[in-house]
């Protein structure tokens, strides 16, 4: 590389900042998977790295690590992610099909809680374990993380 030493200390940390960044968690023997697989891998609840190793050991819980490849599941950070999602599209769902309802036929109060009280936990509880899922694989495939200073030489 051609260039002006005297930019010195400038190019020094640029460059050192390239070779400080961190290589993803993928094993290096492996085409990197494209997003649909990493979504599907996700959906079904499987290791985002080798899509065969379980997820969960229970119905929310992690487990410490993937059975078949043995990835490391501490890098993991849903957070709120997967309950904002699962809270707006059940909310579309039954608060639009208790209005339709309710302008329609007027039903008594205790058929509105009947009928929507099931649909709420339908809504919520199913789909939770695969969104949850779904946003690990993102994190995984676009190596999200929490952000980080550079590490720079001492000056
Ligand atoms: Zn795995």
Same mark, same amino acid.
């Given at each position: 590389?051609?260039?002006?030493?005297?930019?010195?200390?400038?190019?020094?940390?640029?460059?050192?900042?390239?070779?400080?960044?961190?290589?993803?968690?993928?094993?290096?023997?492996?085409?990197?998977?494209?997003?649909?697989?990493?979504?599907?891998?996700?959906?079904?609840?499987?290791?985002?790295?080798?899509?065969?190793?379980? #997820?969960?050991?229970?119905? *929310?819980? +992690? =487990?410490?690590?993937?059975?078949?490849?043995?990835?490391?599941?501490?890098?993991?950070? !849903?957070?709120?992610?997967?309950?904002?999602?699962?809270?707006?599209?059940?909310?579309?769902?039954?608060?639009?099909?208790?209005?339709?309802?309710?302008?329609?036929?007027?039903?008594?109060?205790?058929?509105?809680?009947?009928?929507?009280?099931?649909?709420? #936990?339908?809504?919520?509880? *199913?789909? +939770? =374990?695969?969104?949850?899922?779904?946003?690990?694989?993102?994190?995984?495939?676009?190596? !999200?993380?929490?952000?980080?200073?550079?590490?720079?030489?001492?000056?």
């Amino acid at each position: 590389m051609d260039r002006d030493p005297s930019s010195g200390p400038d190019f020094v940390r640029a460059t050192f900042s390239h070779k400080g960044r961190r290589e993803g968690h993928r094993m290096p023997d492996q085409t990197p998977p494209t997003v649909t697989e990493s979504a599907m891998r996700g959906l079904a609840c499987k290791c985002p790295r080798c899509g065969k190793g379980k #997820l969960y050991a229970g119905f *929310l819980t +992690l =487990r410490p690590n993937c059975t078949a490849c043995g990835l490391d599941y501490a890098f993991i950070d !849903a957070g709120d992610g997967p309950a904002i999602f699962i809270i707006m599209i059940a909310g579309a769902i039954v608060v639009g099909c208790a209005l339709v309802v309710e302008i329609k036929y007027q039903p008594p109060y205790w058929l509105h809680a009947v009928l929507w009280l099931p649909l709420i #936990l339908a809504t919520t509880l *199913l789909p +939770l =374990r695969a969104m949850k899922s779904l946003l690990i694989a993102l994190q995984f495939h676009h190596k !999200a993380a929490e952000g980080r200073l550079i590490g720079r030489e001492p000056e």
